[in-house]
């Protein structure tokens, strides 16, 4: 497809339960990032990353919260043990090479509801 | 710590009426964007203003930033439902990473 993809677009789990959330940046992007959506709030900046390397991941709010990007284009979010707070809208975005890393491209998201 | 604020948090009009919403922090930004966000769909890009004072004008959007570059305006001519939407700012904190404010959530009635 042209755009960004994320899979799956709905994830309904159990507290305690570890998840996968999966990110398909445009071909071609080298950066990518990942992003939470409370409701009512504006996303939340989680990690990015330049080619597979996280370049900046102080937003992961802590360690149950891992994302890997091994050959620098599809990205996996990894959740463990979750909490009900870690529902939310992960989005997740990618921007072309060339410098100009303010032209971001988002995915429709994936919502995760944890029970 | 860096905020971007945005007021007002909700907004109903008619279609046909102008409207201003508003993006304002106490720290300066190399740059900002307003990004608008449609239900299910990620945000999708609208503008990035850069120069302090700069102006810029997307069909019946216009989008100012400040002289000093710690808020920006947009503001919408006759206004149409198909603006309905959630309107987010958005700028960069350090070398990558971004922050968002908290969105003005706009219904135009038709």
């Known amino acids: 497809g042209a755009g960004v993809s994320q899979t799956p677009s709905n994830k309904v789990t159990e507290k305690g339960k570890y998840v996968e959330l999966r990110c398909d940046p445009i071909s071609g992007h080298t950066a990518l990032y990942w992003y939470r959506q409370s409701l009512g709030q504006g996303p939340e900046f989680l990690i990015y990353?330049?080619?597979?390397?996280?370049?900046?991941d102080s937003g992961l709010p802590n360690d149950r919260f891992f994302a890997v990007r091994p050959e620098g284009s599809v990205s996996t979010l990894k959740i463990q043990r979750t909490e009900r707070g870690d529902s939310a809208v992960y989005l997740c975005a990618s921007s072309p090479p060339g410098g100009d890393r303010n032209e971001q491209f988002f995915g429709p998201g994936t919502r995760l509801t944890v029970l | 710590t860096q905020l971007l604020e945005q007021s007002p948090q909700f907004l109903s009009i008619q279609e046909g009426e102008n409207l201003t919403v508003y993006c304002n922090s106490s720290?300066?930004?190399?740059?900002l964007q307003w990004y608008r966000q449609e239900p299910g769909e990620g945000p999708v890009l609208l503008v990035t203003?850069?120069?302090?004072?700069e102006v810029k004008k997307l069909k019946r959007l216009t989008f100012q930033f400040g002289d000093a570059r710690k808020d920006s305006s947009l503001h919408i001519t006759a206004a149409q439902t198909g603006d309905t939407g959630l309107y987010l700012c958005?700028?960069?904190?350090?070398?990558?990473?971004?922050?968002f404010g908290t969105g003005t959530r706009l219904k135009v009635l038709a």
């Open positions: 203003v850069v120069t302090g004072g």
């Open positions: 958005a700028g960069p904190s350090g070398t990558y990473k971004y922050i």
């Open positions: 990353f330049q080619g597979t390397g996280a370049a900046d």
């Open positions: 720290s300066v930004f190399s740059s």
